[in-house]
């Protein structure tokens, strides 16, 4: 049966040969093809985008997502709220209408009214600002400072030499005790309060940077470059800068959370602000006599501060791995 089978296929096929049209030659058959001497350097793997895959890592995480949903929701409500609200922290039209006093939580009252009858919802928000603001803008100077010093610090063996004498006595000194002899001495206002927390904050900084740039320098790339005679500032900006993007995400997710939390502990002592200056520290402060009776005025500042905290916290983690270029996957 097999042979009968293979008979009739070859029959079959022979049939189909003679019967199909034999194939035209013509001039274009043999035309000339352009040589590409490029092709054997084209690389087959898929193109790289460097922050397509920061996203791409960063939105993988349900959890940053959700955090990062609070987080903008918490900010857009501390800088354009207290736009429309003009809250006054010394206003007191409410004195002497005993029915507005102590109003708890409701539909009219989303946070409540303290004892003079201020809302509550208007007072977290402009000390949310007020927070904020010290926070970032403390962050931005000892970013700048630290990490300009830091890459400096890590090249040159002169600096590290009156750096590193700079950094042992400051590092032995306690922090708080820093900014609070210093917000002493300046007297109480925002930006004495940002100066006495930024003052030697940013030792640390660029210490850390110094480190890192200390593991980097000395690899062949930057040594090749120092070779062909490329300047310190060149091979900073171009070869090391680079790998810090994830190391600067990490400082920045911890400083900001910490400077908020420093000013809430601050302005709980009474320092650093002024009292016609709201801020959560302030509030927390003010209404830290009322937690047992009218528990919502404590509660709910120190909620909006925990919120505000975390989230900056989880979503700049998770913001300084998806920067790691060692994380990502082609």
């Not at 003079?116 to 000390?127: I, K, Q």
């Not at 032995?172 to 109480?188: D, S």
């Not at 940002?194 to 690899?219: G, H, N």
Request: aromatic content about 12%; some cysteine.
């Amino acid at each position: 049966m097999a042979k009968k089978s293979q008979t009739q296929a070859d029959q079959t096929h022979s049939a189909r040969t003679q019967h199909s049209p034999a194939p035209q030659i013509t001039a274009e058959s043999f035309a000339f093809q352009k040589l590409d001497k490029t092709a054997s350097e084209h690389i087959a793997a898929p193109r790289y985008s460097y922050w397509r895959s920061v996203f791409r890592r960063f939105f993988a995480s349900k959890v940053a997502i959700v955090m990062l949903v609070i987080m903008v929701a918490v900010l857009a409500m501390s800088f354009i709220h207290p736009i429309f609200s003009q809250y006054d922290n010394m206003q007191t039209d409410f004195i002497n209408d005993r029915s507005q006093w102590f109003q708890r939580p409701s539909l009219e009252h989303p946070f409540g009214t303290d004892e003079v009858g201020r809302e509550l919802f208007d007072a977290v928000w402009a000390g949310a600002r007020t927070s904020l603001f010290i926070a970032m803008m403390t962050t931005l100077i000892i970013m700048v400072v630290g990490v300009i010093v830091g890459m400096f610090w890590g090249f040159s063996k002169r600096v590290d030499v009156v750096m590193i004498e700079v950094y042992n006595v400051v590092s032995n000194i306690p922090f708080m005790l820093i900014v609070m002899v210093l917000a002493f001495a300046f007297g109480p206002g925002v930006w004495q309060l940002i100066f006495a927390m930024s003052c030697t904050t940013w030792v640390s900084v660029a210490y850390f940077i110094r480190v890192q740039v200390m593991i980097i320098r000395d690899r062949e790339y930057n040594l090749a470059s120092q070779t062909l005679g490329s300047s310190t500032p060149k091979i900073i900006n171009h070869n090391i800068f680079p790998y810090l993007i994830s190391v600067l995400m990490t400082l920045l997710s911890r400083y900001i959370p910490e400077f908020i939390s420093t000013e809430v502990a601050l302005s709980y002592l009474g320092v650093g602000l002024t009292q016609e200056l709201p801020s959560l520290g302030r509030i927390v402060q003010t209404n830290a006599r009322y937690m047992m009776s009218t528990p919502y005025l404590f509660v709910i500042p120190l909620i909006i501060t925990a919120l505000i905290s975390i989230s900056l916290y989880i979503v700049g983690q998770t913001l300084a791995d998806a920067s790691d270029p060692r994380n990502h996957r082609v």
